[in-house]
């Protein structure tokens, strides 16, 4: 009751100050909204325009790049019989096997539209793109090999706990994955000086509220068992 006393006596206090927890996310959206009123001030409807072209024609090569991997893998693991979904206590080839076609293409669509925006001139729209591949990329990552952990612990009653965990936890871990990346890719050099200091720093704590939010209902509405 005391810790308790003191904790609130302590925000009464940053409340009269003007340093309160709301205080200081009433500042932080005001000049984030202030860095994005001054690029939408200084952007040129000529760049803008070529920069969403530029952005346009990249995210399409990487969404084909994207499929078509995909399917290839697909198409190799049916032609070669293996499973498109881990069976129940797979052995060590097969989840190797399994995480290299769930991971490859996410992986080499990302280095090849890397390879093709270095060729681009620098503009808004490329950065943005390769922004979106490589969150996108770390969060597979995440849940691929969530995935792939989690199929150690299949035998026995335990499988069905990893059902319900593949079923319900994967885009979980991947929307996870994504924001975590997010929040690292707005502290780069590169985005603070096109976002602003200020609107970086927004979107890097707002992404990890939104990553422990998603945490948080994992957690909440997981009713699978311990797998361990």
């Known amino acids: 009751?005391?810790?308790l006393a003191d904790t609130l006596s302590?925000?009464?206090d940053q409340a009269q100050a003007g340093d309160s927890p709301v205080d200081q996310w009433a500042r932080q959206l005001v000049q984030g909204a202030e860095d994005l009123r001054a690029l939408n001030d200084d952007a040129d409807q000529g760049e803008a325009i070529r920069a969403v072209v530029?952005?346009?024609i990249l995210a399409l090569i990487w969404g084909v790049l994207l499929v078509v991997m995909i399917a290839i893998g697909r198409m190799v693991a049916t032609r070669r019989e293996w499973p498109l979904d881990l069976p129940r206590d797979p052995k060590a080839w097969l989840m190797a096997v399994h995480?290299?076609?769930r991971m490859l293409p996410w992986a080499l669509s990302f280095a090849i539209t890397l390879g093709i925006g270095q060729v681009l001139p620098d503009?808004?729209?490329r950065t943005l793109v390769l922004v979106v591949a490589y969150i996108c990329l770390c969060g597979r990552a995440l849940s691929v090999v969530f995935e792939t952990v989690i199929a150690f612990f299949s035998r026995g009653h335990r499988f069905t706990a990893v059902q319900?965990?593949?079923q319900r936890a994967l885009r979980g871990m991947f929307v996870i994955g994504a924001l975590i990346a997010l929040g690292?890719?707005?502290n780069s050099t590169?985005?603070?000086e096109l976002l602003g200091s200020e609107l970086s720093s927004l979107v890097s704590v707002l992404s990890i509220c939104w990553q422990r939010c998603w945490q948080r209902g994992l957690l909440l509405n997981s009713n699978a068992p311990c797998v361990i």
């Open 10 to 12: 302590d925000l009464g």
């Open 54 to 56: 530029e952005g346009a």
């Open 1 to 3: 009751m005391g810790a």
């Open 123 to 125: 503009s808004p729209g």
């Open 184 to 186: 690292d890719a707005v």
């Open 190 to 192: 590169r985005l603070v």
């Open 164 to 166: 319900l965990l593949q």
């Open 99 to 101: 995480f290299l076609r």
